[in-house]
């Protein structure tokens, strides 16, 4: 989000999610569900694999 210059409020308005979800997420309170994880790949085009750390970029 950072190197994307995004807040949580703008990132959640790209994926279609709410922006208290996004806080869930970064807080490690709640994981992204399946299709969240693949809006989240898609936007910042790479693939779920690496957003989860099961491989390196």
Known sequence: MTEQGLNQ????????VKQNTVSAWV????E???ASLWALADYFNTTI???VGRQEY
Do not use: F, M, S, W
């Open 49 to 51: 694999d690496y957003l």
């Open 27 to 30: 807080l490690g309170k709640k």
């Open 32 to 34: 992204p569900c399946i």
């Open 9 to 16: 409020v703008k990132l959640a308005a790209k994926i279609g």
